[in-house]
């Protein structure tokens, strides 16, 4: 992988996560989307088709929207596509786990974040009540510039990990070791069924 390959990555997932609630929600940063552009341009849309599929599964149940944030499902379905269908010596099992990761970390670094939108929301909200301009479109584009460089610097960060280290520990980690991280990145998507029919059991 090279650098300028690395960024162009980090840059397009950075992109296509600020339609994550932070400018219009149209469906764009949902993994079934964001997996298979992301393999289209690695040229394997199959595989990151297979990754998005599985990320959007597990993430069925967690909107984007509101306090709880467990996991970006765009950061890992993005991250996760790119090592594995870019670089030689990373199985999509081991991509997966290493999507996994960068999507925890990104949401905690969103959490951050929305925090910050909250104080710059209160701000434009007494320059109303002391008569001032709140200029909303200078604070929303520093705040969306902010959110993407977040993401740009998880997800760049996340890649060269990934092409680095992935390819040796996965070549060391003994056959047992692979045979079960190959079985639970199969049943990625059941799991996901199965949380959704748990959700939609309680709310009925």
Request: proline share 4%; glycine share 14%; net charge positive.
């Amino acid at each position: 992988m090279t650098g300028l390959s690395l960024l162009g990555g980090a840059a397009a997932v950075a992109a296509l996560e600020l339609d994550e609630a932070s400018i219009g929600t149209f469906l764009l940063s949902r993994p079934f989307v964001v997996g298979p552009l992301i393999g289209w341009a690695r040229g394997d849309v199959w595989s990151g088709a297979a990754l998005g599929a599985a990320f959007e599964a597990l993430t069925l149940t967690e909107l984007p929207l509101g306090g709880r944030l467990d996991l970006s499902a765009s950061v890992a379905a993005g991250t996760a596509a790119w090592l594995a269908c870019g670089v030689a010596g990373i199985s999509i099992e081991a991509a997966f786990f290493a999507g996994l990761a960068a999507g925890w970390v990104q949401a905690r670094v969103e959490r951050r974040l929305r925090g910050t939108r909250g104080a710059l929301a209160r701000g434009a909200e007494r320059a109303l009540c002391d008569g001032q301009e709140p200029r909303l479109g200078a604070r929303l584009a520093g705040a969306l510039t902010v959110q993407a460089a977040a993401t740009f610097a998880v997800c760049a960060a996340s890649l060269a990990v990934g092409a680095a280290f992935l390819p040796p520990t996965w070549a060391a980690l003994p056959e047992f070791a692979r045979v079960g991280t190959r079985s639970a990145f199969f049943a990625a998507p059941w799991i996901g069924a199965g949380g959704l029919a748990a959700s939609l059991g309680r709310r009925s």
